[in-house]
């Protein structure tokens, strides 16, 4: 089980949100629900620095470095598990084992034809997949993210999201399509005026609760 709790998350004078007591439990794919400044990202953000070596972490916009392959962007996911040189070797000239791993980890998410393109070249979407295979190259227990399909068609959005969700033990992601949370999460965590409105398992989730969300 993956708690946090903190009475007050802000910056400065200025209070976001308010007396956040959170568990993930294993299994457990929570959906983060909330208009535009309702917290999501300051909770998202607090939970990873809290605990950072348990989540992988997979953000809105996906911060690959240009110059860098697709393949050497999804490897910087995992540098923090070997010491610097073997990163340095497996990132200038890959061993086929590893390689091949990456290939096969991309493959679900249809970017192992662009292994060895420049990530600055990539569309938006395809960004966002390189992303999401960095995101489980971290190979870590639990996931947050941020918005992490939002440039990807609705079709897209669930495969990838899904198949990310999949690999781990369970996880909290901040979403906007509320029809997408309801196809892949369990549970759903709804913030308004820096509270948490409720927690409640997805099939409870009502046309009303969503209308307290976004009025």
Sequence with gaps: MLHFQAARLGFGDQTVLADIDLCIRPGDRIALLGKSGAGKSTLLAAVRQAQESQCAWCPQAPALVPGLSTYQNVFTGGLQRHNALYNAINLIRPWP?????????????????????????LSGGQQQRVSLARAAWQQKPWLLADEPVSALDEQQAEAALGWLLERHRGGLV???????????????????????????????FSPADQAALYQ
């Design 174 to 204: 901040a979403l906007h399509h509320v029809a997408l949370a309801q196809r892949l999460c369990n549970r759903v965590i709804g913030l308004r005026d820096g509270r948490v409105l409720f927690d409640k398992p997805i099939h409870a």
């Design 97 to 121: 084992d590893r390689l091949a791993e990456i290939s096969a980890l991309s493959k679900p998410l249809g970017i192992d034809t662009l292994l060895h393109a420049p990530a600055g070249e």
